[in-house]
């Protein structure tokens, strides 16, 4: 019997050119080097030598880039969780490189903020069909930033719709980040905290503090939490060593530095150091918001949840009517408000109808009133007392 000189028997050598399974390249993919393994055992040796080498020599380069390099990542509480990859610490002398700590994204007020600024956004931007899924990711370049400053300070920015390369993102970011200064009357502590190169770099912190800032200024009807703080550390390269430090990064403080910030009154007077007294202005507005309201067989009690009667809007707007003599029209308002901006329109309708009657605007934020903050609900009140306390029915 004739046999084909081209054939191979099952236990011949594999010509060096023939092809290698698929298990032999996934091993060698791998950089797998156990010799025993019968996958690969005799077989593509030069194209396996030829792998290893080059993951030596990856090897080798990051072990001269951080050569005399001592990681010191300090050993406090939860760092095990951060994963020390010295390839991402090659720095140049004296360079400092921040990231956010893996336990601040998961505390529960920086989640929180997030969530809250991110609805916020999705709200004003959603006439424009943009959806922001990550504030890090979808704000870096400047693009949403330029769409939302424009809706919410009726300006138009001139920068390119696209922008493809990264100069060209830096100077649409710096522009719009020098808009924002401009109008929100940024210090210049304040523009460091959220500098075009920080945010281009996707710094959360930069980016909350940026957002915390404009929620703020626009007055956006969201409740922002106080004391929000994240932990970031901070690397830098000196004298070829890597010292690193922890820090916190305060994003917002109290509520009443979170709130608009008007100049202190009476009320801050009796709610910090006369509640005795505080007791008798309550009863007092009570009973004047009473007077006016029982003719639509309205009341309005004064305990614990005064601030919460007043929550939705429906009776500043009523008694509003009442205190100037006319009908408002059912249309103009929302009489059974189910969720947070009906309730806000009402407020900020009421407010509307305040400043008709001649008075200046309140001393408060719709939203505040919305969220049931008793201060700013008895300045309103108080604000209404004083100009309508010598009405007839009074």
Request: proline share 6%; with cysteine.
């Amino acid at each position: 019997m004739s046999v084909d000189a081209g054939a191979q028997s099952p236990t011949s050598p594999r010509p060096k050119d023939a092809q290698l399974t698929f298990d032999e390249w996934r091993i060698i993919k791998k950089g797998t080097d156990d010799a025993e393994s019968p996958a690969y055992s005799g077989r593509g040796p030069r194209t396996l030598q030829k792998k290893k080498k080059t993951t030596e020599e990856k090897v080798t380069e990051v072990h001269k880039e951080t050569q005399g390099v001592k990681p010191e990542i300090p050993l406090s509480p939860g760092a095990g969780e951060f994963n020390w990859d010295p390839s991402l610490f090659i720095l140049e002398e004296g360079e400092v490189r921040e990231m956010v700590h893996p336990r601040s994204k998961e505390d529960v007020k920086v989640k929180d903020l997030t969530q809250l600024l991110l609805g916020w956004l999705n709200r004003e931007l959603s006439d424009q069909r943009i959806l922001v899924k990550d504030l890090e990711e979808d704000l870096f370049d400047g693009q949403i930033l330029g769409k939302l400053l424009e809706k919410l300070a009726r300006i138009e920015l001139q920068f390119p719709e696209v922008t493809g390369s990264e100069m060209e993102q830096r100077h649409k970011l710096t522009v719009v980040i020098d808009n924002i200064n401009n109008i929100l009357g940024a210090s210049p502590l304040q523009r460091e905290k959220w500098t075009p190169d920080l945010v281009h770099c996707k710094n959360l912190v930069a980016i909350l503090h940026l957002l915390v800032a404009m929620a703020i200024y626009f007055r956006a009807p969201i409740r922002i939490p106080d004391n929000v703080v994240i932990e970031v550390i901070k690397v830098q390269k000196n004298k070829g060593h890597l010292q690193s430090a922890t820090a916190k990064k305060h994003i917002t403080t109290s509520s009443e530095a979170v709130s608009a910030k008007f100049e202190r009154d009476a009320f801050d007077t009796l709610f910090d150091y006369a509640p005795d007294k505080l007791q008798l202005v309550r009863q007092s507005l009570v009973a004047f918001t009473n007077l006016h309201l029982n003719i639509l067989n309205l009341a309005v009690t004064d305990d614990h949840s005064l601030e919460q009667q007043f929550s939705d809007g429906v009776y500043l707007v009523l008694l509003m009517g009442l205190l100037e003599d006319y009908f408002v029209p059912l249309y103009e308002f929302n009489i059974t408000p189910t969720n947070f901006d009906e309730k806000v329109h009402n407020i900020k309708f009421s407010f509307e109808l305040i400043q008709d009657a001649g008075l200046p605007p309140p001393k408060a934020r719709a939203e505040d009133i919305v969220n049931g903050d008793l201060k700013s609900t008895l300045r309103v009140l108080y604000h209404l007392y004083n100009k309508f306390k010598q009405s007839p029915r009074t």
